[in-house]
């Protein structure tokens, strides 16, 4: 195995946050909720470096499928007949390097050359003359370019406007990484005129009609206004932290504005300003909420949050949309995952389900169920009840503290309910672990091209934030207020060559993770750390072991709230137990871990209690290796 994998695995074996209670059944450790059966466990730990070396190889030009792909350039899929998907994509090369950068970010420093790479061919497809126009005149929306980094110039469906505020938001990420780690003048040099280019471009054509993800519809596109909409927010803070300004910007605000239009009263409409006869039922709004996830956001209906009741309606409309449609969802009833395709009206290849369309389904409700867990709260409201009530027939249009019965009986079955949608993943993934684009609507049989990076990629996210594992914010919180008033602006910002693509060597620490912050270097201060307790501590059939301490998420030293560790990663050689919990960063507390036996007998550590202080700055993540004293 490569030794950039091993991270990766390491990264998404760490189990579920689970819960301590007092009426569990007796066949098992009292409350303990698994986020999954161990099938589903094992297929995820199985999968998950297969997707990953699915993704690699599809990237020029070392990947074993993308022979003659430049270096840096992300092949859609190695197919080139029926259909031949051997070119890049802006759109699918973005999503996946975002996806890779945040893997990097969380510990995967091998992946960095992969990232220089990318950036560097951004550069100089975004100097590629093509049938959209140039540089400076809308060649920027151009979808599709060939593998060697030439023009496509055959007839498409073009522009496609969602391109440039995806790569600006993959770029983006990597140069926060960057400036937390005090390499502000390679963020200043190669990465921000890439970036500010195409934030120009969506300064300047946010508010004209596009293709739409699926390169069918030319109208105006939910998922393509909700990524600009983010872009253009957290472009304008990074400018700011490097003393730049982003004149291309300027129109967030009204671009949010312009949002509320896809809400139609109960779905979210996923096209509009176009007239094709669908109901507009798809899961481009499902992939919209999800790439526009703010871990520290609210459940606000404005940016469309997971956990909003507006999105957690249309997550029920959309999906029940397929259940009568395909013969591998027949019996299955509302409140159980099903396949999930595009649009009900789909004819493409058959009309078939889509593996990162069912993924996705999985992954809006995996962000909801964080948010949830940060706010300590869930709020049914009418517009979300009857999403809710495929859960608990009981529920009523109220909020929920996250002590009380109901949002414990809700958050268990809605973290079934996206388990299940994985489980689909799971019945439909060949042996091999292969992942094409679609799946056969009559018996589940791989269809389409194969080796889909997207569908890898879309896996990898799924089962991250499954494992509590997110993204940084990206401002979200500040960014969330519709004017009174909507207006349609533009902002002409400037475009210019990005010249240097020569990167520094070196800009990690010695021992391959990221260098220390400079104290001097500005960066976005997280709020919430995801901090990673690893407990080596040998045990025997039967027994678990828990994390009880002096703060509310650690149970205020009440047993019975207790968090339990996962026993995923535990060998005999390597007796390893391990949880993720997110704390509030600067909050000091002691701890002790405590074993349960079968019967139900409590044991603690030796004294004296541990203490820890949850980091503050800008990482997101941190992690505590203790062994049992």
């Known amino acids: 195995m490569p030794s950039f994998l091993q991270p990766f695995m390491a990264l998404i074996l760490i189990g579920g946050l689970w819960l301590l209670s007092c009426s569990a059944l007796p066949a098992e450790p009292p409350g303990l909720h698994r986020r999954?059966?161990?099938?589903?466990?094992?297929?995820?730990?199985?999968?998950?470096?297969?997707?990953?070396?699915?993704?690699?190889?599809?990237?020029?030009?070392?990947?074993?499928?993308?022979p003659g792909a430049n270096s840096g350039i992300v092949v859609a899929s190695p197919s080139t007949t029926n259909p031949d998907y051997f070119y890049t994509w802006t759109r699918d090369s973005a999503l996946t390097?975002?996806?890779?950068?945040?893997?990097?970010?969380?510990?995967?420093?091998?992946?960095?050359?992969?990232?220089?790479?990318?950036?560097?061919?951004?550069?100089?497809?975004?100097?590629?003359?093509?049938?959209?126009?140039?540089?400076?005149?809308?060649?920027?929306?151009?979808?599709?370019?060939?593998?060697?980094?030439t023009a496509f110039t055959g007839a498409w469906g073009r522009p496609q406007r969602d391109g440039p505020a995806l790569r600006a938001t993959a770029l983006i990420t990597y140069a926060r990484w960057l400036i937390s780690n005090g390499y502000s003048s390679t963020v200043t040099s190669i990465l921000w005129p890439i970036i500010s280019n195409d934030l120009s471009y969506v300064g300047q054509y946010w508010n004209q009609t596009t293709f739409d993800l699926w390169e069918e519809v030319n109208g105006s596109s939910f998922f393509t206004t909700a990524v600009q909409h983010r872009a253009l927010v957290e472009g304008n803070a990074l400018a700011?932290?490097?003393?730049?300004?982003?004149?291309?910007?300027?129109?967030?605000?009204?671009?949010?504005?312009?949002?509320?239009?896809?809400?139609?009263?109960?779905?979210?409409?996923?096209?509009?300003?176009?007239?094709?006869?669908?109901?507009?039922?798809?899961?481009?709004?499902?992939?919209?909420?999800?790439?526009?996830?703010?871990?520290?956001?609210?459940?606000?209906?404005?940016?469309?949050?997971?956990?909003?009741?507006?999105?957690?309606?249309?997550?029920?409309?959309?999906?029940?949309?397929?259940?009568?449609?395909?013969?591998?969802?027949?019996?299955?009833?509302?409140?159980?995952?099903?396949?999930?395709g595009r649009y009900p009206e789909d004819s493409y290849q058959g009309g078939n389900p889509w593996y990162i369309n069912t993924l996705a389904a999985a992954e809006l409700l995996y962000d909801a169920l964080y948010q949830w867990q940060k706010l300590g709260s869930l709020t049914v409201t009418s517009t979300s009840l009857a999403f809710f009530k495929d859960f608990s027939s009981s529920v009523a249009a109220e909020t929920y503290a996250s002590s009380s019965t109901m949002y414990s009986t809700l958050t268990t079955a809605i973290r079934k309910y996206a388990d299940g949608y994985m489980s689909i993943v799971e019945t439909y993934t060949?042996?091999?672990?292969?992942?094409?684009?679609?799946?056969?609507?009559?018996?589940?049989?791989?269809?389409?091209?194969?080796?889909?990076?997207?569908?890898?990629?879309?896996?990898?996210?799924?089962?991250?934030?499954?494992?509590?594992?997110?993204?940084?914010?990206?401002?979200?919180?500040?960014?969330?207020?519709?004017?009174?008033?909507?207006?349609?602006?533009?902002?002409?910002?400037?475009?210019?060559?990005?010249?240097?693509?020569?990167?520094?060597?070196?800009?990690?620490?010695?021992?391959?993770?990221?260098?220390?912050?400079?104290?001097?270097?500005?960066?976005?201060?997280v709020t919430s750390v995801a901090v990673t307790f690893n407990e080596l501590e040998t045990t025997t059939y039967g027994e678990s072991v828990f994390i009880c301490g002096s703060i509310s998420q650690l149970g205020s030293w009440n047993t019975a709230n207790a968090i339990a560790l996962s026993a995923s990663r535990y060998t005999s050689s390597n007796p390893l137990w391990s949880v993720t919990?997110?704390?509030?960063?600067?909050?000091?507390?002691?701890?002790?871990?405590?074993?349960?036996?079968?019967?139900?007998?409590?044991?603690?550590?030796?004294?004296?209690?541990?203490?820890?202080?949850?980091?503050t700055g800008c990482s997101a993540t941190a992690t505590e290796n203790d062994t049992w004293k």
């Open 36 to 66: 999954a059966t161990g099938s589903l466990d094992s297929f995820v730990a199985t999968e998950s470096p297969i997707a990953l070396q699915g993704v690699l190889n599809n990237i020029g030009s070392s990947g074993s499928k993308a």
């Open 97 to 149: 390097f975002k996806m890779l950068i945040d893997t990097f970010i969380a510990g995967n420093f091998g992946l960095q050359s992969e990232i220089e790479g990318y950036i560097t061919a951004q550069a100089h497809l975004q100097t590629v003359s093509n049938p959209s126009g140039s540089l400076s005149s809308g060649g920027l929306g151009e979808p599709k370019f060939n593998v060697d980094e």
């Open 240 to 340: 700011g932290q490097i003393g730049q300004t982003c004149v291309g910007c300027s129109p967030a605000p009204q671009v949010l504005c312009f949002l509320q239009s896809y809400w139609s009263g109960q779905y979210i409409l996923a096209n509009i300003n176009e007239n094709n006869g669908r109901t507009a039922k798809d899961a481009n709004s499902l992939l919209g909420s999800i790439h526009t996830f703010d871990p520290t956001a609210a459940c606000d209906d404005s940016t469309f949050q997971p956990c909003s009741d507006k999105v957690l309606a249309n997550h029920k409309v959309v999906t029940d949309s397929f259940r009568s449609i395909y013969t591998i969802n027949s019996g299955i009833p509302e409140g159980t995952a099903v396949a999930v």
């Open 430 to 525: 060949p042996s091999n672990g292969a992942l094409a684009e679609q799946y056969s609507r009559s018996n589940g049989a791989p269809l389409s091209a194969g080796d889909l990076t997207w569908s890898y990629a879309a896996f990898l996210t799924a089962i991250a934030r499954r494992n509590g594992q997110v993204p940084a914010s990206w401002g979200e919180s500040s960014a969330n207020s519709v004017p009174s008033v909507c207006s349609v602006t533009s902002a002409n910002g400037p475009y210019a060559t990005a010249t240097n693509t020569v990167f520094p060597p070196g800009q990690t620490s010695a021992s391959g993770g990221p260098a220390p912050t400079p104290t001097s270097t500005p960066c976005p201060t």
């Open 581 to 615: 919990i997110n704390l509030p960063a600067g909050t000091t507390f002691q701890y002790k871990y405590i074993k349960e036996g079968a019967s139900g007998s409590i044991t603690w550590e030796d004294d004296p209690n541990r203490s820890y202080t949850v980091p």
